[in-house]
């Protein structure tokens, strides 16, 4: 993907690079403000803070093609619109954790990870050091269930829906 290759790489097999990783870009900040105007029944502003994203991702001139009416503003339109627009940024899996349809969604939509997946891929392992630097270890701070063995396994191809 263009968008990840570091100007200063010879080619993608060089895994060092100097280019900043963005951690939060506006057009993230324009959904996020979407959604929670959406999730608070605000439709007309979840609607505008939706076109804002929309109408700069536009080719010069097409704008007003590019823009939804408040119609189509629903959490599914949202879901997709994020999807298009965060490609690549490692955020998808916590999307659809957050909005609990992970497992749904890769079930309709990775026919390959379909089969795989399970509903403990909501939860990821807690690294093991982090277990055993904690007071009482295992017993005081135990593994999310079902993913010691069953993660590592498992996981291969479920995540890219």
């Given at each position: 993907?263009?968008k ?48 804002a994203?929309?109408?700069?991702a ?18 599914e ?22 909005w ?62």
């Amino acid at each position: 993907m263009e968008k990840t290759l570091g100007s200063g790489k010879a080619d993608l097999t060089q895994e060092q690079g100097g280019r900043d990783y963005p951690a939060m870009r506006l057009g993230e900040t324009y959904l996020l403000l979407a959604e929670s105007l959406l999730r608070q029944g605000k439709v007309a502003e979840a609607t505008d803070a939706m076109n804002a994203v929309r109408r700069r991702a536009a080719f010069p001139g097409k704008q007003a093609a590019m823009e939804i009416t408040p119609a189509q503003m629903t959490m599914e339109f949202l879901m997709e619109e994020r999807a298009r627009e965060l490609t690549g940024e490692q955020v998808r899996w916590l999307d659809l954790k957050r909005w609990n349809v992970l497992v749904e969604r890769v079930k309709l939509h990775n026919a390959q990870a379909a089969p795989n997946i399970k509903d403990f891929h909501v939860l990821r392992p807690i690294p093991q050091n982090q277990i055993d630097r904690a007071e009482g270890g295992a017993s005081g701070f135990p593994q999310n269930q079902d993913t010691k063995l069953n993660f590592a396994v498992q996981t291969s191809r479920v995540f890219e829906t």
